[in-house]
């Protein structure tokens, strides 16, 4: 059963559940007590010699105390609906708060190969819909199931107490109303997989079309975009009207076998008053009984297609809870650095989608001596940035071993490897914020000094000054304010604050400027000069202060 997973998120609130279930009780005893003071009243309006009773319990009060008694029921009942209310949402949003922070943090170690292989919305939707749907699944099955069962099952039994045989229609007529719902929701669960599925998807098509919305409107692709998510739309109505259709049918079937079995009540009842078996306090009190019971049956049906829902909410869920994350470093050796240098033995590296082609890195050798600064060139596609992804362990070799400081970094913990290892990307991300917090980002303690020591190493101080905000100014979504070359210093200024032994570039001047150039190769051959230095790139002038310049080529190093 998939959702037994869950109940592990439900523990820590078992007291809540608790003083729920008391207050469902309560609001459930009131609900049943109230039929039993109509028919007391009716009994005392029309002055029956017998009153009603109810296992053995007689009231005979005068009508304006029952009234009385019942306005006070009803008011406890709504005090009662109240807080369960309350409490059960309050649960729910709790339950959603725990499940989405763990299942948030379980993605956000899984291996970057992970996130390669899935649609950005498909994650997104994960961690909002599906989350969603388990936690108000989870409590609100309470406020569905359980007061709909002790109704049910208490309005059935106060009807036997009353009059068995009519009872016994009615309890003959629910596993009817079971395999109904058994039936339609053989159907509702896949269509409801697919319903979730497709909304994934659209939220994917938003989610990549917004972050590449200036390559949409460069090629004027907003017509194709938009087909492409009213196609989208489209399918998920289609699904939506086939969901519906069978929701619609259930929803009739469940209330015409309720409305039958309110018509063999009335029936059963009416021949059992007319024999002069049921008094007319009873004859009211058993169909105010009937009503109560259908009551229900009928929110029943809604709390089986929610399971559906879940369960397949829950599948989801329980599959990325599956994935192993990327390491967990107890168990492993703390990486200690001495020197900084690096060593690639016998390494051969393929992705997984590329198994049948030739091997992208095959048996590579390569040293990179400490404090030196190294350059590495080749053609597009070589397996130059996979390298670069190997060193930071991104991804892990198929075959051989990548030492540093003598240590494999595979067996070592991943939190100190990467402390030591600075890594400049190609594809610069800046988060939502200042230009403080993006320098700032490893190391969110650094005083303004050090921030901008950083800038200024990296060539970015000047422009920065130079801003109306300077330091303060908003970089934008991923730092679309910002120029490319702007974005690329302050990724620079970002690594250089860690101050890592090594560093390893990719493409590190794409964006700059002649001056931007010259400068950075400056700065490897002036200021890094003490640390091990691994660039990749295109650029000759840094090839002119590298220690060593390697070639790769044809999965090997050269
Ligand atoms: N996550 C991935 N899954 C499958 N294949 C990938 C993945 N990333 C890169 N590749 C493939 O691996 C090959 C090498 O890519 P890589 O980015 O390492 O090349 P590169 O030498 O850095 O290229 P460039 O100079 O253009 O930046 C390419 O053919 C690329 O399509």
């Known amino acids: 059963m998939h959702l037994s997973f869950f109940t592990q998120y439900l523990r820590p609130y078992r007291h809540s559940f608790a003083l729920i279930f008391i207050l469902m009780v309560l609001e459930s005893a009131i609900s049943l007590a109230i039929p039993f003071f109509i028919g007391q009243f009716a009994s005392a309006v029309l002055q029956e010699a017998a009153p009603l009773s109810l296992f053995n319990i007689e009231l005979n009060m005068h009508y304006g105390y029952l009234v009385g008694a019942w306005l006070g029921l009803i008011v406890l009942q709504t005090l009662a609906r109240y807080q369960v209310s309350f409490r059960v949402n309050m649960v729910g949003a709790r339950i959603l708060t725990n499940l989405s922070c763990r299942l948030y943090d379980h993605v956000q170690m899984l291996p970057v190969s992970y996130f390669s292989k899935r649609k950005k919305g498909e994650i997104l939707s994960l961690i909002s819909n599906d989350a969603n749907v388990i936690a108000y699944f989870m409590s609100g099955i309470l ?49 409801s997989e697919q319903v979730t599925a497709q909304q994934a998807g659209i939220v994917s098509i ?44 259930i929803s009739p079937l469940i209330q015409m076998l309720i409305s039958v079995g309110i018509v063999l009540v009335v029936l059963v009842s009416a021949l059992h008053y007319r024999a002069g078996e049921l008094s007319i306090a009873q004859l009211i009190t058993l169909l105010m009984y009937g009503l109560l019971f259908a009551k229900p049956m009928s929110s029943l049906a809604g709390v089986y297609g929610q ?63 400490a404090g030196s600064v190294n350059v590495i060139i080749g053609a597009n596609g070589s397996g130059k940035t996979t390298l670069l992804h190997l060193l930071m362990r991104f991804i892990s070799p198929q075959s051989g071993q990548i030492f540093i400081d003598k240590q494999d970094i595979s067996e070592c913990g991943l939190r100190s490897l990467r402390r030591h290892i600075g890594l400049v990307s190609q594809d610069v991300a800046l988060s939502h914020g200042s230009i403080l917090s993006n320098i700032a980002y490893g190391q969110s303690e650094a005083d303004f000094q050090a921030v901008s020591t950083a800038a200024k190493q990296a060539g970015a101080h000047e422009f920065i000054s130079a801003l109306p905000n300077a330091y303060d100014t908003q970089v934008g979504d991923n730092g679309v304010l910002l120029s490319g070359g702007q974005r690329q210093r302050i990724s620079l200024a970002r690594t250089l604050l860690l101050n890592c032994n090594i560093i390893i570039f990719d493409e590190p001047t794409s964006f700059a400027d002649s001056h931007g150039k010259a400068e950075f190769a400056k700065l490897l051959s002036t200021q890094l000069q003490q640390h091990t230095v691994i660039v990749v790139t295109h650029d000759q002038a840094l090839c002119d202060v590298a220690d060593k310049v390697f070639t790769l080529k044809n999965g090997e190093l050269y």
């Open 143 to 191: 406020t569905g199931l359980v007061p709909s069962l002790l109704i049910a099952s208490g309005a059935l039994l106060l009807m036997a107490s009353i009059n068995m045989p009519l009872a016994l229609i009615i309890a003959v007529s629910v596993p009817g109303f079971l395999i109904i719902l058994k039936l339609m929701g053989r159907k509702i669960r896949p269509l």
């Open 206 to 249: 938003a989610a990549e079309n917004f972050s590449t919305i200036k390559l949409v409107k460069s090629f004027s692709r907003e017509k194709q975009e938009s087909d492409k998510f009213k196609q989208n739309a489209q399918q998920m109505l289609n699904l939506r009207r086939q969901q519906f259709q069978i929701q619609a049918l």
């Open 307 to 369: 399971w559906q829902q879940a369960m397949g909410a829950s599948t989801r869920i329980i599959d990325v809870f599956k994935v192993a994350p990327e390491t967990d470093d107890t168990g492993t050796q703390e990486f200690v650095f001495k020197k900084g240098e690096v060593e690639l033995k016998q390494v051969s590296f393929c992705y997984e989608n590329n198994s049948n082609r030739a091997p992208l890195l095959s048996k590579l050798n390569a040293q990179f001596k």
